[in-house]
């Protein structure tokens, strides 16, 4: 087995970091998480009535079903795909994509709703944003919702996110 960083104990296949230990804020969050209590850039004076519902929305769902579980999945480093039809309810995936079913955020509901989300756990939020700023601009923009599929491969082994370089062929079967 090859070592991660070389130092003693680093090698692949043991445990995962206890994230209790190594990060003690990162406990579950059970029915506590530390309350949003700072508006320190005076965000409520800019948001709409409705902004400020969608922003609670999220803030809620967040806390209350996201943020008791991530933990578990920070320590096995995985996502918590079960959650994804909880996610959906909080109706960010389009962004500010209009048509096609979607609601047409405002900049800045998206723009605060992505930050709720992201207080709770950065890989929801990044999960969700590629999708609402890149997978629905595309649709939205180009018209592809009319054809029978789409597919756009973001990663591929050795080439990461460098879409220009990737070598993924479709093959019909």
């Known amino acids: 087995m090859g070592s991660l960083g070389g130092g003693a104990g680093a090698m692949v296949g043991l445990p995962?970091?206890?994230?209790?230990?190594?990060?003690?804020?990162?406990?579950?969050?059970?029915?506590?998480?530390?309350?949003a209590v700072s508006d320190y850039y005076q965000f409520d004076d800019l948001l709409t009535d409705d902004e400020k519902a969608?922003?609670?929305?999220?803030?809620?769902?967040m806390e209350k079903e996201i943020a008791p579980i991530m933990t578990q999945y920070w320590e096995?480093?995985?996502f918590p795909f079960h959650a994804i039809p909880k996610l959906?309810?909080?109706?960010?995936?389009?962004?500010?994509?209009?048509?096609?079913?979607?609601?047409?955020?405002?900049l800045t509901a998206n723009a605060i709703s992505t930050a709720?989300?992201?207080?709770?756990d950065a890989s929801c939020s990044t999960f969700i944003l590629v999708h609402a700023s890149l997978?629905?601009?595309?649709?939205?923009?180009?018209?592809?919702?009319?054809?029978?599929f789409t597919l756009y491969a973001?990663?591929?082994?050795?080439?990461?996110?460098?879409?220009?370089?990737?070598?993924?062929?479709a093959t019909k079967v």
């Open 16 to 35: 995962a970091l206890d994230v209790a230990l190594a990060f003690p804020q990162a406990t579950p969050a059970s029915s506590l998480f530390p309350p």
């Open 88 to 106: 959906a309810t909080l109706g960010l995936a389009a962004g500010i994509t209009k048509g096609y079913g979607c609601p047409g955020l405002s």
């Open 116 to 120: 709720e989300v992201a207080r709770v």
């Open 135 to 148: 997978v629905m601009p595309t649709i939205g923009k180009s018209n592809i919702a009319s054809f029978p």
């Open 54 to 61: 969608l922003r609670q929305k999220v803030r809620g769902i």
């Open 154 to 169: 973001l990663t591929e082994p050795d080439y990461g996110s460098d879409a220009s370089s990737l070598r993924t062929a």
């Open 76 to 78: 096995k480093a995985e």
